[in-house]
Nanobody, 120 residues
């Protein structure tokens, strides 16, 4: 069983920045993917960014939603089993609950979500 704990959300003004963190703990087997999704009120959950972790035979890759490309950056700290989402130039339309997502072993795990509100 893997537990994901998100932190770093909150209220920020348009144009501001936030960094989300997601720490994975528990019985962690090999992690294949770490990423972030979000769900705005009245909308479906959508991919924000994800990273396919490099392996001995694959250099890995990173995907971003078009709406955040160039503004958001995903990164990992392998030693801490933590994934980050640096969010810059935030816009009101980035307001949503952000969910951490990890694929490890043959299972997919979700965090409980953390609210990000972009408003003046």
């Amino acid at each position: 069983q893997v537990q994901l704990v998100e932190s770093g959300g909150g209220l920020v003004q348009p144009g501001g920045s936030l960094r989300l963190s997601c720490a994975a703990s528990g019985s962690i087997s090999r992690i294949f993917v770490m990423g972030w999704y979000r769900q705005a009120p009245g909308k479906q959950r959508e991919l924000v960014a994800r990273e396919f972790v490099p392996t001995s035979s694959d250099s890995g890759s990173t995907n971003y939603a078009d709406s955040v490309s160039g503004r958001f950056t995903i990164s990992r700290d392998n030693a801490k089993n933590t994934v980050y989402l640096q969010m810059n130039s935030l816009r009101p339309e980035d307001t949503a609950v952000y969910y951490c997502n990890v694929v490890a072993g043959n299972r997919e795990y979700w965090g409980k979500g953390i609210l990000v509100t972009v408003s003046s």
